[in-house]
């Protein structure tokens, strides 16, 4: 069976990479801008790549490609993993364009969801991961609970053998120096909106 | 042993589950209408699942059982005119699980599939109490897309 992963070289994609590369019966395919397989400049490349496979796991952003990948793939593999983030729950206490586009790409995946020729499809809502704390991005911030990769892994797993679960939601939680570097990203930020 | 409290146990999901973890080798107790709710304080793992009661238990038990699971319903997702207090129900014991945010909470968001193959509902427990910072898992839907 032959499983595409977007964003291979770093990150979640490069955990799952390796995660499948050491399961018999699996060929790995990995996709990044390092080898020629941009999910913007190169759309076109990436769907001939990913069509057929039996598992297309759609996980690097770059801003609305996702949810353009979504389209483009739903009937042209058998399953699909969509790598969401927590973030598209708080719009109002985030307002940047990421969150609108993960709200864009849940809202895809559930459609999927109701179709009942639809593919299976799992929809990670994504919570803050250890280990990808970028100090120049406001919207990367660490929490109480922070996923690892494993976590992740093991919940592509799962779902592996339980497709009829649809979407998988990880537990966030903001500590008080966490919802500070908030305050001075988003003056606007409401306070109640933050569980501590 | 693992001390498991289950409410609704006389049918449905409720009934399974408590099948599952009595030959599991838990210690299980049921909980029916009429039955002592003070009395599951305490347990290890407690199913909220009979609908009805399922806000009271949140409130008067999240603080005193080792974990809890609700169920919850895609409803929530997908809300449905032909059942407008159940979609209401569902909705704030939805919001009231999220409010609280707690990691011993897990929310599953049931659909029809999930009643027609109850092993994937024991399956997504069992995979919860390995891997708590999962908070909320949600059944696909199978004919009307809130069913």
């Known amino acids: 069976m032959k499983v595409v992963i977007t964003g291979h070289t770093h990150g979640i994609g490069k955990a799952l990479y390796e995660h499948f590369q050491t399961f018999g019966g699996w060929e790995v395919v990995g996709l990044s801008r390092s080898n020629g397989y941009d999910i913007d400049q190169d759309f076109d490349k990436v769907i001939e790549a990913a069509s057929g496979c039996f598992l297309f796991i759609n996980n690097a952003y770059r801003d609305q490609q996702q949810t353009k990948l979504v389209h483009a793939l739903k009937n042209r593999v058998t399953k699909m993993i969509v790598m969401g983030s927590v973030s598209r729950l708080y719009p109002e206490l985030i307002h940047t364009d990421y969150v609108h586009d993960k709200q864009e790409l849940a809202e895809a995946c559930r459609l999927i969801s109701i179709d009942p020729n639809g593919i299976d499809v799992l929809h990670l809502d994504l919570s803050f991961i250890e280990g990808m704390l970028d100090s120049e991005d406001p919207t990367h911030f660490v929490s109480d609970y922070n996923l690892k990769f494993e976590e992740i892994v093991s919940a592509v797993n799962f779902w592996l053998t339980n497709p009829k679960i649809r979407q998988m939601e990880f537990r966030w939680k903001l500590t008080p120096f966490v919802f500070d570097q908030l305050k001075r990203a988003f003056p606007t930020l409401d306070p109640s909106r933050v569980t501590f | ?147």
């Open chain 2, 1 to 147: 042993m693992l001390k498991v409290g289950i409410t609704g146990t006389t049918r449905g999901l409720g009934q399974v589950l408590h099948d599952h973890f009595v030959n599991k080798g838990c210690h299980v107790t049921a909980f029916n209408r009429g039955s002592d709710m003070s009395a599951a304080a305490g347990c290890d793992l407690l199913i909220n699942n009979a609908y009805g009661i399922q806000m009271d238990i949140l409130n008067q038990l999240y603080a005193s059982v080792g974990k809890m699971v609700v169920m919850g319903s895609i409803v929530t997702d997908f809300p449905d005119v032909e059942m407008p207090d159940y979609t209401v129900q569902k909705t704030k014991l939805e919001e009231r699980v999220l409010e609280l945010n707690l990691p011993n909470i897990l929310l599953l968001k049931l659909s029809s599939t999930a009643y027609n193959d109850s092993q994937v509902v024991i399956d997504a427990i069992e995979y919860w109490l390995s891997n708590p910072l999962v908070n909320v898992i949600s059944f696909r839907a199978t004919g009307a897309p809130n069913r």
